[in-house]
């Protein structure tokens, strides 16, 4: 079977390896034009170029797979696509070039969780099972009939970053299984029910901004969703200050969601939110490194019955 593969981040990683590892033929690999990256702007290639460059597999990274990726993804003669976090839409042009279709790993338990941000939204929705479905790929986004799934229980220290690790892995094996059924013709083929679909906009910065009036669960469930990115923060008179781990307080409070609570180096940095406190365990000032809360309490004074918004560090 010769296999088209397309996908770009960490993600997509695992299940290009899967199928480099596997009988089929990786006759060629779509992703995503190199980019800057980082404060200096390095201009970097993707996860998947980097790999497929490794095992001497074809790179082609289209702008538009529509205008200048069909004629290639023609010539290459694939029986069959596979998409992972490509990052791109496809046209019904680019659908219809291989033979057995494009299946598309998708990490979410379909139809719930369409859309390019479903391990974030698993979290922000208090999911307690996550997943990855394998499905054929059509005009729409994450519409198409699905093959097989995978769920895995959402751990009460997972974030976006541990739970994309984990969901890549066991997509990747369900790509290879779902190949190996549809290779058999055994493979179930279902429509998704639309009444139970949900759509998930993608994330941007600003969505990791605290608000502590939202209650304590809502408020933990961010922290997590947001890391590694954008990451949760809270505001600061002089900037930001960035919340990678936080718990639940047993305090009780009467004071407006946001303020300091405590602040020191035994209790650590305690805030109040509409419904209770939580704790925020670890942190990044403004300039500064991401520490524990506490050593940085060593050095640094927060006062005390501030709003958050109000406290300079």
Known sequence: MRVVFMGTPDFSVPTLQALIDSPYEVVGVFTQPDRPKGRGGKVQMSPIKELALKYDIPVFQPVK???DGLEPLRELKPDICVTAAFGQILSQDVLDVPPMGTVNVHASLLPRHR???PIQWA???GDELAGVTTMFSDKGIDTGDMLLKAEIPVEADDTAGTLTDKLAVLGAKLLIETLEKLDAGTCPREKQDEAQATYDPKIVKEMGLLDFA???EKCLLRVRAM???PSAYASLAEGVLKVW???RADVDTSAAPGTVIKADR???LIVATSDGAMELCEIQAPNAKRMDAK???LGHAIEEGKLLSEVRV
């Open 227 to 229: 890391s590694p990115w």
């Open 65 to 67: 797979m529509r205008l």
């Open 295 to 297: 050593a940085f309490l």
């Open 123 to 125: 979290l922000l929705c």
């Open 245 to 247: 781990r936080a718990r």
């Open 214 to 216: 939202e209650g304590t």
């Open 266 to 268: 035994k209790a650590g």
């Open 115 to 117: 859309g390019a941000a």
